[in-house]
């Protein structure tokens, strides 16, 4: 009887955070949709408007997955399996195109140098490399992780997901990734102080764009720092509740914040006069 309502308990709990993400994604869609029609269907497009497509619907894809996923949906274990891996190497896909879109704005910053362009992708392949191994090491052996059906019922079942080695492997392959968001945090703000300092020295405002982009470079840090963090905690077998809050995070905010600092800066370039590096304003 207790661990008919243990179960009860855990699968209303992902329930109800399955119903948050996907009213929160839905609520943001519907939020941007005009902004996103104003400013990438009614305009030239470029590399970057592809770029925000691929996050933008993407991430919608992989957000909603990761909601019907684990309760809310009943999904047959022959298939949750899957699906399970579906989600997780969708994911590692999600944050190298967030990845890929600093990359291009770094790109457009140092005035479209090729060798800028050509280090960050040539440091970018063995970032790409530790992603597939980790998906394929962590979360695509039955010996680390595994689904498994619950049943509760006769008529209530669920796949849920077991851990079944620590937090360690999480946290070491998670190191790299770090340091290569950390040094395109560095050449952000290295662009800056230049840039800053040729404005001050000819007595003007500093670019508009310029800032906007690295303040979003900031802010794009903070979010895969905390998402790799927890991705780790999710390897340490929380509490139900916990769990649930994390995933909650990890299933709405990188999917929300990314395409909306994209289409932020298009937004910003409407409502003011570009007179300067008509570049920044295709990134």
């Known amino acids: 009887m207790l661990d008919v309502e243990e179960d009860l308990y855990v699968l209303n709990w992902n329930d109800y955070m399955s119903t948050v993400i996907i009213t929160v994604i839905s609520y943001e869609y519907l939020l941007q949709l005009e902004k996103e029609i104003t400013f990438v269907w009614g305009r030239p497009w470029s590399v970057m408007t592809f770029l925000y497509l691929a996050v933008r619907y993407f991430g919608i894809l992989v957000a909603m997955i990761c909601a019907c996923w684990g309760g809310l949906v009943y999904i047959p ?31 457009a910053l140092y005035n479209r140098s090729k060798t800028i362009l050509y280090v960050l992708l040539g440091l970018f392949v063995p970032v790409v490399a530790l992603y597939v191994a980790v998906d394929i090491f962590l979360w695509s052996r039955p010996s680390a992780i595994s689904t498994q059906e619950i049943v509760v019922t006769s008529k ?50 500093p670019n508009t764009y310029v800032v906007m982009i690295v303040r979003y470079h900031a802010l794009y840090f903070v979010l895969n720092l905390a998402t790799q963090i927890f991705m780790v905690i999710l390897w340490a077998n929380l509490p139900s509740i916990a769990m649930n809050f994390v995933l909650l995070f990890n299933d709405t905010v990188p999917f929300i914040i990314a395409p909306r600092l994209i289409i932020s800066i298009w937004e910003t370039h409407a409502n003011d006069e570009c007179i300067h590096e008509m570049d920044l304003c295709e990134v």
């Open 77 to 107: 274990k022959a298939v949750s399996y899957g699906i399970f891996l579906f989600m997780e190497w969708g994911i590692s896909v999600y944050y190298g195109l967030t990845k890929v879109v600093l990359i291009w704005r770094l790109y």
């Open 156 to 205: 209530i079942k669920y796949c849920t997901a077991f851990f079944h080695i620590g937090p360690m492997p999480a946290i070491f392959t998670s190191i790299p990734v770090i340091c290569y968001d950390i040094f395109l945090l560095v050449l952000a703000i290295v662009v800056l102080g230049r840039h800053m300092k040729e404005r001050k020295e000819l007595r003007l405002r």
